[in-house]
């Protein structure tokens, strides 16, 4: 890998582990295939992973988003947010390329080891930096997890009543648990291809099934109404454009990772081809009764069509889960000294502790949607927009190090000056935005539903018995269950 000349290793990132580790050995059908679905590493996979990851159940729960904001602040916050995060994945993708040459031109070799976000904030910039992205990103990937497995239990339930949502997501934990054996983000190349698919269909069946079916009677839109709601809608839309807390293992994962910078930005606009069309919909057939019904799903008839998308939705949160899931298991790894082993079932066994913390927060909070404001305004905030924007800041905040970047920023960005204004605009807003007006608004949506339903609920949001089995006689809130508490004072 650092065998060549001074000048080849300067220039040139090396990550083509998986040729390097298979050169040499014959190519017959198995390698061929296994290469097929297993070893990605091309743009195309990083891309994909992207994509796949950023938009998962949060489709269901968008259209919640924009019965707090108003259809116009929806669409405004949403295409906001989409840029301030392809910007600050931009960020993390410089500051992960200045810190692999710089450990490569010292002779480091990565052949078995995932650089992750943490060990990138160490290098450029110490130990306490290492220390709060650590906790941040690590927090923030517990609960992105938690709130996969709460997804599938509230999804499973649109097709399934048999058993309550708690139920449910006992079963879903077990089977998510499997992630362990999927070794990195390498071997994720016909999931998250997949779960594009997935996505994509979902979002487009929620946009045509919600204009087919028209708006209800007396439909109303009369959001924004509080300015709790307002921030919290604000802030779910935050979490769906942070999803970019693995960029680093993903990057690390491709063979040229210096071709990243823009791949960020390319899935977020597929992206919002799929999340403002189908937001935009439910939100105008149903208007204000989302705010009682965070899951998009609960709001439109069953049929054959929409059973296929809560199916494919609890596929795509499983994979979601391995997302969110894999550099919790890496960071385990490497404590407890299992990183390099080169057994998968040695490895899959270790991983299996990190699973359990999960299931159980998932039991104990099962509020589908204020969560994911709440983790958006405590945990995205600091995790993607504002520690990158801070480390970029200060990693080239000397003329040296300016001078001497391995990247250096464009010239249509403003060069250094545009570069650093944006920084500062970006830790602002999301200090004061997402994590003062956010944090506030998101925590106490939050507290109201543990008052209202209370911890370990068996059935979140759930529609009262009803004589027979039809799942869309719940439309209206019924008068003994209290459903519109997420919106009252």
Same mark, same amino acid.
């Given at each position: 890998m650092? =065998?060549?000349?001074?000048?080849?290793? /300067?220039?040139?990132? %090396?990550? @083509?582990?998986? !040729?390097? /580790?298979? /050169?040499?050995?014959?190519?017959?059908?198995?390698?061929k295939v296994s290469n097929l679905f297993w070893h990605g590493g091309s743009v195309y996979d990083?891309?994909? +992973?992207?994509?796949?990851?950023? %938009?998962?159940?949060?489709?269901?729960?968008?259209?919640? =988003?924009?019965?707090?904001?108003?259809? &116009?602040?929806?669409? &405004?916050?949403?295409?906001?947010? $989409?840029?301030?995060?392809?910007?600050?994945?931009?960020?993390? =993708?410089?500051? *992960?390329? !200045?810190?692999r040459t710089r450990k490569e031109r010292e002779k480091v070799d990565f052949r078995n080891h995932v650089i992750q976000w943490f060990e990138v904030l160490d290098g450029l910039l110490g130990k306490h930096w290492r220390n709060v992205g650590l906790a941040f990103n690590c927090t923030f990937l517990l609960f992105g997890s938690v709130i996969q497995l709460i997804a599938c239990a509230s999804n499973i339930y649109y097709i399934n009543d048999n058993l309550d949502k708690r139920t449910w997501t006992y079963i879903f934990g077990a089977c998510c648990a499997t992630t362990v054996f999927i070794p990195s983000f390498h071997n994720y190349r016909i999931w998250s291809f997949l779960g594009l698919i997935m996505t994509t269909y979902t979002a487009w069946y929620l946009t045509i099934a919600s204009l087919l079916h028209g708006q209800v009677e007396g439909v109303q839109h009369s959001g924004p109404t509080k300015l709790v709601l307002y921030f919290t809608g604000a802030t779910n839309? &935050?979490?769906?454009?942070?999803?970019?807390?693995?960029?680093? !293992?993903?990057?690390?994962?491709?063979?040229?990772?210096?071709?990243?910078?823009?791949? *960020?930005?390319?899935?977020?606009? *597929?992206? &919002?081809?799929?999340?403002?069309?189908? #937001?935009?919909?439910? *939100?105008?057939?149903?208007?204000?009764?989302?705010? @009682?019904?965070? @899951? #998009?799903? +609960?709001?439109?008839p069953r049929t054959p069509f929409r059973d296929m998308a809560v199916i494919l939705m609890l596929i795509h949160q499983f994979i979601t889960f391995g997302f969110a899931c894999t550099p919790l298991y890496f960071v385990w790894e490497k404590a407890i000294g299992m990183? !390099?082993?080169k057994s998968l079932c040695k490895r899959a066994a270790a991983r299996l502790p990190v699973v359990v913390p999960i299931w159980f927060l998932a039991i104990i909070f099962p509020f589908f949607g204020p969560i994911n404001s709440t983790v958006g305004s405590l945990l995205v905030s600091f995790t993607v927009y504002i520690i990158p924007a801070l480390a970029h800041i200060f990693t080239f905040r000397?003329?040296?190090?300016? /001078?001497?970047? %391995?990247e250096q920023p464009p010239k249509y960005f403003g060069r250094w000056v545009g570069t650093?204004?944006?920084?500062?605009?970006?830790? %602002?807003?999301?200090?004061?935005? $997402?994590?003062?007006?956010? $944090?506030?608004?998101?925590?106490?949506?939050?507290?109201?539903?543990?008052?209202?339903? $209370?911890?370990?609920?068996?059935c979140y949001q759930c529609p009262p018995p009803a004589p027979h089995h039809g799942l869309n006689a719940t439309a209206a809130a019924p008068l003994h269950h209290p459903f519109n508490h997420t919106h009252r004072p």
């Open positions: 650092a =065998s060549g000349s001074d000048k080849v290793v /300067e220039t040139v990132i %090396v990550g @083509n582990y998986v !040729e390097m /580790e298979t /050169e040499g050995e014959p190519k017959g059908i198995k390698t990083a891309w994909f +992973s992207c994509a796949s990851n950023q %938009v998962a159940q949060v489709l269901l729960t968008l259209p919640y =988003s924009f019965s707090q904001l108003g259809m &116009l602040s929806g669409i &405004l916050f949403q295409l906001f947010y $989409g840029l301030l995060g392809s910007w600050t994945a931009y960020l993390i =993708s410089i500051l *992960y390329v !200045e810190y839309i &935050l979490y769906t454009f942070g999803g970019h807390a693995v960029t680093v !293992e993903i990057m690390h994962a491709m063979w040229k990772p210096q071709k990243f910078k823009a791949i *960020y930005l390319i899935a977020t606009l *597929y992206v &919002l081809t799929l999340t403002l069309p189908s #937001a935009a919909a439910v *939100y105008w057939a149903f208007g204000d009764m989302l705010l @009682n019904h965070s @899951n #998009a799903f +609960s709001l439109l990183h !390099e082993c000397s003329a040296t190090a300016r /001078e001497n970047a %391995v650093y204004t944006i920084n500062m605009f970006v830790v %602002v807003w999301v200090l004061i935005v $997402g994590f003062g007006f956010g $944090g506030w608004a998101s925590m106490t949506n939050f507290i109201r539903q543990i008052d209202t339903f $209370g911890l370990f609920t068996k």
